[in-house]
């Protein structure tokens, strides 16, 4: 068993919601929490940067009003999403305002930084940073990290290239800590395979890009119902790193998803040229396939919930 920290401890249900750039908000993640896995979102989507403030107060009070009229079943923590990276030039804005509401989870991409980690544990705070191969894991850990999100193939957004089997094996050589993986997982039995391969937690975010509490336009939604793995490409272009988006995205935007062009990894940006990329290209992950209507985030920890038990049921004959 891998050694948890007292805040992961408390999620009734192994699945982290990841941080969907502009998509996650206050009403998306106390929705999941309160169905019992990790909501998070992205500090960054908080435009202006004072709206901060008022989201992280939005969450915190209601998720302790639910957990005041439901003691034996409270929500599972929250997470905030910061990139680490130095393109990034409100982070120690919206540290400190994490360290006011003493966020539970702190989810670091982009960059490992021992002054973060510590600033967290400062307040009694979990980090988990994400990584997509065993060298950038180790580091992670090295410079204070409490667990790893493992991003393997095939996962929305900023993705590795990494087959789960191999990358979770390798972690666990020598970490027992927490580890989440992420990558095309959307079922209940892909949250019980996650953990057969080692990983406490499954880290699922495409799926919940076609719920009603998602920030995602009608039409982003409906793409995402409508496709499936094949309709998936993967580009540097949009940001610097490469990732998983849309095709249909992307034929809309005038460009061809079968020949981009590359990026120059130099150039990272995640301020207004981001968001207005991610706005128009959509990122996606592979597992969309099972995807077939947009539901509350509720009915969709629901079925989750349902088709992990019932594979449970079947492993156990």
Not at 6 to 28: D, E, H, T, Y
Not at 133 to 139: E, I, S
Not at 190 to 199: D, K, P
Request: net charge negative; hydrophobic share 45%.
């Amino acid at each position: 068993m891998s050694r948890l920290p007292p805040a992961l401890q408390r999620v009734p249900f192994p699945v982290i919601g990841s941080p969907l750039f502009i998509i996650s908000n206050p009403k998306l993640v106390i929705a999941q929490c309160k169905a019992g896995v990790v909501g998070s979102m992205p500090a960054l989507n908080a435009r202006p940067a004072s709206q901060l403030d008022e989201w992280l107060a939005e969450i915190t009070e209601a998720l302790a009003a639910h957990d005041r009229a439901h003691p034996d079943s409270p929500a599972a923590p929250f997470a905030i999403n910061q990139i680490v990276h130095k393109s990034n030039d409100r982070l120690e804005h919206d540290m400190a305002l994490c360290a006011k509401y003493k966020v539970p989870i702190v989810i670091t991409s982009l960059g490992a930084r021992e002054d973060v980690n510590q600033a967290v544990h400062n307040w009694g705070g979990v980090v988990l940073h994400d990584i997509i191969n065993n060298f950038f894991a180790r580091k992670a850990i090295e410079k204070g990290a409490d667990g790893l999100i493992a991003v393997a193939a095939g996962a929305g957004g900023h993705a590795g290239v990494k087959s789960p089997f191999a990358l979770v094996q390798e972690i666990r050589q020598w970490f027992d800590g927490p580890v989440a993986l992420s990558g095309s997982i959307a079922t209940g039995g892909s949250v019980l395979a996650a953990q057969a391969m080692g990983a406490d937690f499954a880290y699922i975010g495409s799926a919940f890009i076609a719920t009603e509490e998602a920030r995602a336009s009608d039409e982003y939604k409906r793409c995402v119902v409508e496709s499936n793995s094949d309709d998936i490409v993967y580009s540097n272009l949009f940001t610097g790193v490469h990732g998983n988006y849309l095709k249909p995205s992307i034929r809309a935007a005038g460009l061809d998803p079968d020949n981009l062009p590359e990026s120059d990894p130099s150039k990272m940006n995640f301020g207004g040229d981001a968001k207005k990329a991610w706005k128009d290209i959509w990122g996606c992950g592979q597992g969309i396939g099972v995807i077939d209507q947009v539901v509350p985030t509720a009915e969709l920890v629901g079925r989750l919930k349902r088709e992990y038990a019932e594979a449970k049921a079947r492993l156990l004959g």
